[in-house]
């Protein structure tokens, strides 16, 4: 039975004319209320998926329903109960944020007495208030990002598709934006489809997550489920110098199964081995590295696991993660 919130997927197929499946066969079931994250690199099949569930592309073969409507059959219904944020926003620079949340209510069928109480009181939640009589021409790509997101609530959408809605924002505003996000799902009981390629983001924001891959979900459960499937740690080590790789790799095999990473020496740890008897190996062997870590099973470990690959989203993590055990 289709829920009023809910999103259901069988067997969804979009192919190109002269090209690959972009998705190739998933299914997936979002529950009214949840968060679902759509994790994969550019490229893997995530907005295409997004495209086809919010009406914007027909599916080749396959069925999925939003809101308990078909998006083949009943378009027009879908289209009345979602809100979308995509990743280019569609921002006129010449209007101000309180002229295009007046003109969204107004495409949207916003009763005209509720289009100004329900603008200023979108821009407080995302907080541009201060900034709603400006031209969009001199936001910054925060700011824009938010504006977006206000658009896509204003007529009250029962399910939110946010399309990679952080790429490229400074740490402050997508904090903002994850906030309102979940502010979102706890009081008004949204319905929330995510796709990113920032691991933190599925970890800190959604209550499942599906892993796409070449357009193929290769994983999908709790960010805590997919981890424990890892189950164990990896040291990462960093080289003094770029010619010492090989042979810290050839140290560290010793300890584990190797990981193909781009910055440091990495080995997944057999059980029972801890990051003590790395360092203890590595004093007695005079290795010589800069840094030495211990890293708690993380979603892109999951992900290295099931494809291979890393996520680009982790690399630019990465060079701000300062968590773990540290030897320098």
């Known amino acids: 039975m289709s ?16 090209g690959p499946r972009a998705v190739d066969g998933i299914d997936l079931s979002v529950a009214p209320g949840e968060i679902y994250g ?35 059959k009943d378009g027009p219904k879908v289209r009345g109960l979602i809100g ?16 295009h949340l007046r003109l969204q209510a107004t495409l949207q069928g916003v009763p005209k007495q509720e289009r100004e109480t ?17 031209k ?68 800190v924001l959604a209550d499942r997550v599906g892993i796409i891959d070449r357009g193929t979900i290769v994983a999908e459960g709790t960010p805590a489920d997919l981890k424990a499937e890892i189950g164990r740690p990896s040291v990462h080590a960093i080289p003094r110098r770029d010619d010492d790789r090989a042979g810290i790799a050839e140290f560290l095999a010793r300890f584990g199964e190797p990981l193909d990473t781009t910055r440091d020496v990495a080995v997944r740890l057999r059980d029972g081995l801890g990051l003590t008897d790395i360092v203890r190996a590595v004093d007695a062997d005079g290795i010589d590295v800069v840094d030495l870590e211990l890293r708690a099973p993380t979603l ?11 996520l680009e989203g982790a690399t630019e993590e990465a060079e701000t993660d300062h968590q773990g055990k540290r030897r320098r």
């Open 3 to 18: 829920q009023p919130n809910g999103i259901e997927v069988e067997d969804l197929v979009r192919e190109y004319r002269k």
């Open 38 to 72: 759509f994790l994969g690199p550019n490229g893997a099949g995530k907005s295409t998926t997004v495209h086809v569930l919010t009406t914007l592309l027909p599916p080749t073969s396959g069925t999925a329903r939003v809101g308990g409507y078909d998006v083949v």
């Open 84 to 99: 979308v944020a995509l990743q280019e926003a569609a921002l006129d620079p010449l209007l101000t944020a309180r002229d």
């Open 118 to 134: 329900r603008s200023d009181d979108l821009l407080v939640r995302v907080g541009l208030a201060e900034a709603a009589d400006r």
């Open 136 to 203: 969009v021409a001199g936001y910054s790509g925060g700011m824009k990002r938010r504006l977006d997101l206000a658009l896509a609530l204003v007529h009250g959408p029962r399910v939110l598709f946010l399309d990679e809605p952080t790429t490229g924002l400074d740490p402050q505003s997508r904090t903002a934006l994850w906030e309102e996000v979940a502010r979102l799902r706890r009081e008004d009981g949204v319905t929330v489809f995510l796709t990113t390629q920032y691991l933190e983001e599925a970890d």
């Open 300 to 310: 892109d470990d999951v992900f290295l696991a099931k494809t291979g690959r890393t």
